[in-house]
């Protein structure tokens, strides 16, 4: 075997094409290893600035009362104001961001909470894009690797028999061998190291310019390309056993890849809609109308019910006299809590579809590396709907502080800046998920392979 695989190696490296192959493969998943890498530790430095500011504002507030600055202590400010001034609360991403960095950036992971509803305060909106432009993007490193690994193993393997046959060099070959499969095993081998070793290279690359990478991340990735790689060079295989010719079988290999690669994950994205439907965003829009609406008309009925359900809380102005954002305070938390559920419905559905499409991954190897990625990466859609519960339970925590003191017209003292909720993040996950995805990819690879050796003696025919 030692012997078929040095013949195959010397076979391969003297066909020129097979290294610009290699050649162009690499250097496209390099350039976009690079400016991944370089993109998520961008993203980690942003967000490192938006937590040091956040620490600066809260030491500062813990200094009102040192001793010896009675002369320099800060104004206490209302507490309307300073409840509107929550530093927005991060997703904090994991160490495989370098695999979807632009996932990450397009979908945010910054959230804005205060007293009022963030789901309908204009003044909480992301910034405006052309969604074309975006979409004309750079792609993920995930999804390059996803859409050229393939191409690659395809590009070096089709009609590896069907071309000898062809050229009547393979009769010969058998007439010589007994076991005429080993050199054709011999040659699948050499070519999935050949394309494997760039495909780890450029992972490493990437993980490397990430200053937030990790090993954990990083030995997952590199286990689950390795059986992606695997998976399609079985594939390749199993084709070269098609008594076609070696146009034929590249055609049917690029039909596989289209199927596998588009086809299926379509599919699996209407089966998961059909098994939990998308609620219809025109119809929540209207339904928060209404709601609005119905608020707006209720506004001094729920302010007269808020101050008699907190006789400690008496107002300090008639009601009508109260300032706008006080009176509309009762209203306006029982506006968001009829329009949450509406909006974490979407959250819900969302990470449903994205359990039902990991469950299923194994139809398509394409898909699963970008499933794969998103949760190394810590933004797939599962571990972002946990982060909405989270900052809902901040945001209720922040509002219980918050409320009765805007209720009260107060304002904050030094003492009360040290009361302050704290957002408690989500825990990192542990790693069953994404050793789930890869044993699937490693149980359709075994599928694979034992249909190979199943089928190995057909090779013998010349």
């Known amino acids: 075997m030692i012997l078929l695989l040095h013949a195959e190696w010397i076979r391969f490296i003297r066909n020129p094409i097979n290294l610009w192959v290699i050649g162009v493969f690499f250097m496209l998943l390099a350039s976009s290893a690079i400016w991944s890498g370089l993109a998520a530790s961008q993203f980690r430095e942003q967000a490192l600035q938006h937590l040091v500011k956040s620490a600066s504002r809260q030491v500062q507030a813990g200094m009102h009362d040192a001793p010896g600055n009675n002369q320099h202590q800060h104004k206490e400010s209302s507490a309307l104001s300073v409840s509107n001034t929550a530093e927005p609360l991060r997703l904090a991403t994991l160490g495989g961001l370098a695999l979807s960095v632009r996932q990450a950036d397009l979908s945010g992971t910054e959230i804005n909470t205060s007293t009022r509803s963030r789901h309908t305060d204009g003044r909480n909106s992301d910034q405006l894009f052309n969604p074309l432009l975006r979409e004309l993007g ?6 390059i690797l996803a859409l050229l690994l393939p191409l690659t193993v395809i590009g070096l393997t089709y009609g590896l028999v069907q071309e000898d046959r062809e050229k009547g060099i ?66 390749s295989g199993l084709f070269l056993l098609l008594p076609v010719s070696s146009g034929a079988a590249a055609v049917g290999m690029l039909g596989v890849w289209l199927i596998a690669t588009f086809a299926v994950p379509a599919g699996l994205s209407w089966a998961a809609n059909n098994h939990d439907p998308m609620p219809s965003r025109l119809t929540t829009i209207v339904d928060i109308r209404q709601l609005q609406e119905q608020s707006s008309k209720q506004r001094m009925e ?5 101050y008699q359900t907190h006789p400690d809380h008496p107002p300090s102005v008639p009601l009508q006299e109260l300032p706008r954002e006080i009176a509309a305070m009762p209203a306006s938390l029982e506006l968001d809590s009829k329009i949450r559920p509406l909006m974490f419905r979407f959250d819900s559905v969302r990470k449903a579809h994205f359990e039902f499409m990991e469950r299923w991954s194994a139809l398509s190897p394409g898909l699963a590396t970008v499933l794969m990625a998103d949760r190394l990466a810590g933004i797939d859609a ?33 003492a009360d800046y040290k009361k302050l909720p704290v957002f408690q993040s989500i825990a990192v ?34």
């Open 138 to 143: 750079l792609l993920d490193f995930a999804t």
């Open 170 to 235: 393979w009769s010969m070959v058998c007439a010589q061998m007994t076991r005429p499969w080993l050199l054709v095993f011999a040659a699948l081998f050499v070519r999935l190291m050949l394309v494997l070793l760039p495909s780890i290279a450029a992972s490493l690359l990437a993980f490397s310019l990430d200053s937030g990478a990790t090993m954990q991340a990083t030995l997952h990735w590199i286990a689950f390309i390795t059986v992606f790689t695997g998976v399609w060079i079985l594939v």
């Open 302 to 306: 729920l302010l007269s019910i808020w």
């Open 382 to 414: 599962a571990r972002y709907a946990e982060h909405i519960q989270a900052v809902n339970q901040f945001e209720d925590q922040w509002r219980t502080f918050f409320v009765p003191r805007i209720m009260n017209n107060e304002n904050l003292s030094a």
């Open 429 to 462: 996950s542990t790693d069953e998920k994404e050793w789930s995805v890869i044993l699937k990819q490693l149980l359709s690879g075994a599928v694979l392979l034992l249909l190979l050796l199943v089928l190995r003696k057909k090779f013998g025919s010349p």
